[in-house]
C-alpha cells in the first residue's frame, strides 16, 4: 500500500480537475440528493501527509457534496455514501525537490431511496489529485493550508462524482417515472 502511495505521489503532478462548480447537468434532470453520509474513520494518512481527523474529512466533503451534488432538485430520491479511503495532504517540501502533491481516494455507493436499495453494488473508487495552480507547481505544501488542501480536494472529488453520476444517467429513473 505505501508503495501504492508513493506511486501516486510521483504521478500527482500529472493532472488534475479544477475546483470551480460545474454547471447542472440535463442528464441528472430526475435527481434530488437525499442523505449525503460521508464516513472519514477509514482513512489511512498516506505517507509524507499532514494529519487530518475524520471529523474534518467528514465536513469538507459533505459540504463540497452538498454545493455540487445538492443543487439537483428533481424529486427522484437518492442518497450517497462516501468513505474516505486514503489521503496524503502535501507537507512542505523543499521547492523543485521534493514538491509534493495533495491526493484524496473515496469510495462513493449511491442508493435508491424509491427502491430501498444500492445501485452500484460495488463502491466506486474515486482518485484525485489537487487542482493545479501557480502556486501548487512549487508544491500545494508550501502555498496552501491544510484546510485549503482538504477543501480543494473536497472539490474535487464532489466534481467527480458528478461527472460518475452523469455517466451512469441512466441509473435515475426519467422525471415523469420518479414520481
Not at 141 to 146: E, N, P
Request: hydrophobic share 45%; aromatic share 6%; charged share 15%.
Amino acid at each position: 500500500m505505501i508503495v501504492g502511495l508513493l506511486a501516486l505521489l510521483a504521478v500527482a503532478g500529472c493532472g488534475g480537475t479544477t475546483a470551480e462548480m460545474t454547471p447542472r447537468s440535463p442528464a441528472l434532470s430526475s435527481f434530488d440528493l437525499g442523505h449525503n453520509v460521508v464516513i472519514g474513520t477509514t482513512a489511512k494518512k498516506g505517507p509524507l501527509s499532514r494529519d487530518a481527523t475524520a471529523e474534518e474529512w467528514v465536513e469538507s466533503l459533505s459540504s463540497a457534496i452538498d454545493a455540487q451534488i445538492g443543487r439537483y432538485d428533481a424529486g427522484g430520491l437518492y442518497h450517497l455514501g462516501l468513505s474516505v479511503d486514503q489521503f496524503v495532504l502535501a507537507a512542505p517540501g523543499v521547492p523543485l525537490v521534493l514538491s509534493p502533491k495533495s491526493i484524496l481516494q473515496v469510495s462513493v455507493t449511491v442508493w435508491d431511496n424509491a427502491k430501498g436499495q444500492k445501485i452500484n453494488k460495488t463502491p466506486e473508487q474515486i482518485l484525485v489529485f489537487e487542482s493545479f495552480s501557480g502556486g501548487s507547481l512549487l508544491g500545494s505544501g508550501l502555498t496552501r493550508s491544510r484546510e485549503e488542501q482538504m477543501a480543494g480536494l473536497s472539490a474535487n472529488a464532489a466534481m467527480k462524482i458528478e461527472n460518475w453520476l452523469i455517466e451512469n444517467a441512466a441509473w435515475f429513473a426519467p422525471l415523469n417515472d420518479a414520481e
